[in-house]
């Protein structure tokens, strides 16, 4: 019988047969990577707000408590964010004919809320409770960064399962004494806990990694 291919055709066919394969096992390992970079998850990048609130000056230069806008933080799943009334509090004697302001006044007038848009909103399917995380010990920058630092709003942190559930297998070194959990730039991460709590948190690792724990 005579021969169908010829060797350089052969040769060309495993070529081409080796590419395919490099090529499959490259395009995993860029998605790989890309599924887990901060830009996927939307990390830096500040979302458009109806207001250009600056958290660096409220949180940071004046001081404003994180509770005082979001005032569910402690007994709720959401936090809650700030009403007009509560920027109104302020801003009736503050930039009182500021423009930028004018959504706010508009909301206060109208007896609207308004419309922030949620940086770290998580999809439906995760059930998260601010209020059992605070409670216990995590503090807000643990999540959501140093946002006393920040002129607009960003993800600081991927808020991915994986990242969650790094912190659920050991949450100790992220847990700070009560009185500590609204302040900024605080270090000791861990280092004022009692050894009951340690051992609690140790004993509960099983259960804060069960996938019922935030899917319900």
């Known amino acids: 019988m005579a021969q169908l291919f010829t060797?350089?055709?052969?040769?060309?066919?495993?070529v081409v047969i080796v590419l395919l394969g490099l090529s499959a096992v490259a395009a995993g390992c860029i998605a790989y990577v890309w599924a887990r970079s901060d830009s996927t998850w939307n990390v830096g990048k500040a979302a458009p707000q109806p207001v250009p609130f600056r958290h660096d000056l409220h949180s940071g230069s004046l001081g404003i408590d994180c509770?005082?806008?979001?005032a569910t933080v402690e007994r709720a799943a959401d936090a809650g964010m700030?009403?007009?009334?509560?920027?109104?509090?302020?801003?009736?004697?503050?930039?009182v004919g500021a423009s930028v302001l004018e959504p706010v006044r508009s909301s206060f007038v109208l007896g609207q809320p308004i419309e922030w848009t949620s940086v770290h909103r998580l999809p439906d399917y995760a059930y998260f409770h601010h209020a059992a995380h605070v409670t216990k010990g995590v503090a807000c920058e643990t999540c959501h960064g140093r946002v006393d630092?920040?002129?607009?709003?960003?993800k600081s942190q991927t808020m991915s399962m994986g990242w969650c559930l790094d912190c659920h297998r050991d949450p100790v070194p992220n847990l700070r004494p009560r009185e500590a959990v609204f302040a900024t730039g605080y270090e000791a991460h861990g280092q004022n806990l009692p050894e009951d709590v340690r051992t609690f948190y140790e004993e509960a690792s099983r259960r804060l990694t069960s996938c019922n724990t935030c899917h319900r």
């Open 7 to 14: 060797p350089a055709a052969t040769t060309l066919f495993r």
């Open 67 to 70: 509770r005082y806008c979001h």
């Open 82 to 95: 700030p009403s007009a009334q509560t920027c109104m509090s302020c801003h009736s004697q503050v930039w």
């Open 149 to 154: 630092q920040m002129p607009k709003t960003v």
